[in-house]
């Protein structure tokens, strides 16, 4: 065998760490493709509470990994979804953690027209089933809102038109929530514009809106977009203030406009919808208040047509009281002779009663009263008797169920049931002590079998040396001393031996020093 051997085929390749490998590729790759542009549909979506977007790019081969970071997603002016067809923008890197490559998008956006339409058919089908489209749920507008509250760009010609148009048909106040409207910013803006003025209070500092219009002028899809997303379409759906749509022209149609109570073709046509013509409205109140009044006296002549026509067929005011003045007459003739009659009978009345009420008559019921009275106080000393007796008898059946020796009869029971416990409980704590001096014991016999005396006993000893017990013959040599233990007791061999002094006992028999 050679001082110095060649080495082995593949030992002299450097050896690297897997950190330092995976940082190599790192550079590599984000070197060779710092920026790129794939094109691919979205598949998984995944978005977690910190903000940032996860999601797969694939076609019918391959499958690549992307991340948006959280700034970089709420740019964004088209959000992705799983199914869409996607062009995205940034720079390939590697994720160590988990060994594999990964996009960082930069930029997104849909691939073509054709992907815009089957996202808004998606999204408009989904709106659909949840029944936000449905007629039923759309509120009637209000005829004449005191309050509109419009949502709109304050800078364009649309709140131009709208105000003008108000101010020409029939003037009434109105509060603008300036938003975007168009960009990463429209979307997020005009929901919170709506929700904001749903949330005022009636009666507050602020007015609350009778009606609500989200206008914006025409544009192309990508430019109208923001009010094709999903957010602004539950805004205007969760609405309590009806709402106008007015975003583009006549053609221009958003999801917006599906979920409104009303839609208008254009900005100007929303104005017309919310308030109706001053001059028409006056005109329409003058006609009718000449139609009411010709009314009124149309029917006020009707009815007092009526009522002469009634009066005719009543009878003559005259002829309405001969009958009651002719029964007067009778009645007051037939007065007199009643009173008379009346005062004579009641006379007679009453010389019967002063008949009946002299002195003998009163003194003979006196008489008969005081009778009565004697009788009934005779009889009043026995009946007391008899009430005092009854109640005695109770009183003395009720004493003698309170007899003394009933009391300590039942007290003796009460004792010997006592004493009955005592037993028990006497008997009870004599078997629970035996049974726990059984434990007792039998714990010690374990104590006594686990100990390693119990051993020794068997025939091993422990050997000791320097305070520490030898375990190995090494131990034992180096060892100026020992000591064994056996199981009757303990033998020292070697190390310095002890001086016997005059008169002090020999060493025991077994002990070496």
Not at 69 to 86: C, D, F, I, N, S
Not at 122 to 139: I, N, P, V, W, Y
Not at 259 to 273: N, Q, W, Y
Not at 424 to 441: D, F, K, V, W, Y
Request: glycine residues 10%; positive net charge.
């Amino acid at each position: 065998m050679d001082l110095i051997d060649d080495p082995g085929d593949g030992l002299n390749a450097p050896e690297f760490s897997v950190s330092d490998l995976s940082g190599a590729i790192k550079r590599l790759i984000e070197g060779e493709f710092s920026h790129v542009r794939i094109k691919g549909e979205v598949g998984r979506v995944s978005r977690p509470r910190s903000g940032h977007v996860y999601l797969d790019l694939k076609d019918d081969r391959a499958v690549i990994a992307g991340v948006m970071w959280k700034g970089v997603a709420a740019r964004l002016q088209t959000q992705p979804e799983e199914g869409m067809e996607v062009v995205a923008t940034g720079r390939l890197t590697t994720f160590p953690g988990q060994s594999k490559y990964q996009i960082v998008i930069e930029d997104i956006k849909p691939a073509g027209m054709g992907a815009l339409m089957a996202l808004l058919e998606k999204r408009k089908a989904q709106l659909q089933a949840e029944g936000l489209f449905d007629l039923s749920r759309k509120r009637p507008l209000p005829y004449l809102p005191d309050v509109i509250g419009v949502v709109t760009s304050p800078s364009g010609a649309v709140i131009r038109d709208i105000l003008h148009r108000l101010r020409d048909r029939f003037p009434r106040k109105v509060m603008i929530w300036p938003v975007a409207v168009q960009g990463a910013k429209c979307a997020p803006e005009v929901a919170r514009a709506i929700a904001g003025f749903n949330a005022m209070t009636r009666g507050g500092a602020m007015p609350r809106p009778d009606l609500l219009i989200v206008a914006r002028g025409g544009g192309s899809v990508e430019d109208l977009w923001g009010f094709n997303e999903e957010v602004v379409a539950r805004a205007a759906a969760a609405s309590d203030i009806p709402l106008i749509s007015a975003v583009g022209h006549e053609t221009d149609t958003t999801l917006i406009d599906f979920v409104s109570d009303k839609r208008a073709p254009t900005p100007t046509a929303a104005a017309e919808l919310a308030v109706p013509v001053r001059h028409e409205l006056m005109a329409w109140l003058e006609s009718a208040g000449a139609r009411m009044t010709g009314a009124l006296s149309t029917g006020l002549q009707r009815r007092d047509q009526r009522l002469r026509d009634l009066g005719r067929a009543l009878p003559q005011p005259d002829a309405l009281v001969e009958g009651p003045r002719q029964r007067l007459d009778v009645l007051g003739d037939r007065l007199g002779p009643a009173l008379i009659s009346g005062v004579q009978r009641r006379k007679v009345r009453l010389a019967d009663a002063a008949g009946s009420l002299r002195p003998g008559v009163l003194t003979r019921q006196l008489r008969n009263e005081r009778q009565r009275l004697e009788g009934v106080s005779a009889r009043l000393g026995p009946a007391l008797g008899r009430a005092a007796l009854t109640k005695r008898t109770q009183f003395e059946g009720r004493a003698a169920r309170l007899n003394p020796r009933k009391l300590a009869q039942d007290a003796r029971l009460a004792d010997q049931r006592l004493q009955a416990l005592v037993v028990r409980l006497q008997s009870t704590g004599a078997r629970q002590i035996e049974r726990l001096n059984q434990r007792l014991e039998a714990m010690d016999r374990l104590r006594e079998t686990l100990s390693y005396k119990a051993t020794l006993a068997r025939g091993y000893a422990v050997v000791r040396g320097g305070g520490e017990i030898v375990t190995t013959k090494a131990a034992a040599e180096a060892s100026s001393g020992l000591e064994i233990e056996f199981a009757d007791g303990r033998l020292r061999l070697g190390g310095a031996k002890a001086t016997r002094k005059a008169g002090s006992k020999p060493p025991e028999q077994g002990s070496l020093f």
